[in-house]
C-alpha cells in the first residue's frame, strides 16, 4: 500500500513539474507591436495578446529597470492599435489601471462582436525614454516575466 501511495504521490509531482516546465517555456503573453501614441515619443502604445487558455493578471510594469511616469491599461473594443489609431476620445477604448482588468484569451475573443467586447489589448506607457520594457503577470496564479526591446522611432 505504501508503494502504490508513493508511487502516485512521485506521478502527480511528476507530471505537475513537467505542466509547470511546459508553461514557463511558452508563457502566454506576447508584444504584437508598438508604436507612439498620437505621435507623442513619450508615449507608446504596446499591443500585447494572451495566447493561453485562461485569463491572465498583470501586476507590474517596469520601463528600463523602473517605474514608468504613468502606465495604463487599454481595451479596445474596435480596431487593433496601429500607427494613427486615435485613442483620445475614442468611444470604443477604455483605459484601466494595470491590475484592474484581467486580460482574455485571445483565441475566445468573438470578433463578431465588434464594439461590445473587448477584441485587442495594449500598455500606454508614459516614460521620456523606453528601450525595455518588462512586463510581470500571474497565469494560473503562477508569476511570468516578459520583456521586450523597443526600438526608438527617432
Do not use: C, W
Request: aromatic share 10%; glycine share 4%; charged share 20%.
Amino acid at each position: 500500500m505504501k508503494k502504490i501511495l508513493f508511487t502516485l504521490f512521485f506521478s502527480v509531482l511528476v507530471v505537475g513539474a513537467a505542466f509547470i516546465i511546459y508553461l514557463k517555456s511558452n508563457p502566454p503573453l506576447v508584444v504584437n507591436g508598438y508604436t507612439n501614441a498620437d505621435g507623442n515619443p513619450s508615449i507608446r502604445l504596446i499591443e500585447i495578446e494572451n495566447k493561453g487558455l485562461r485569463e491572465l493578471q498583470l501586476q507590474s510594469i517596469l520601463v528600463d529597470e523602473k517605474l514608468p511616469d504613468n502606465a495604463k491599461l487599454v481595451i479596445s473594443k474596435s480596431e487593433p492599435f496601429e500607427v494613427g489609431t486615435k485613442i483620445d476620445n475614442n468611444a470604443n477604448m477604455t483605459f484601466h489601471k494595470l491590475t484592474q482588468v484581467s486580460i482574455f484569451p485571445s483565441q475566445y475573443i468573438d470578433r463578431q462582436a465588434i464594439g461590445k467586447q473587448p477584441q485587442h489589448y495594449a500598455l500606454q506607457v508614459h516614460a521620456t525614454a523606453i528601450g525595455k520594457i518588462t512586463i510581470q503577470y500571474k497565469y494560473l496564479n503562477i508569476p511570468f516575466t516578459l520583456t521586450a526591446e523597443l526600438q526608438s522611432n527617432s
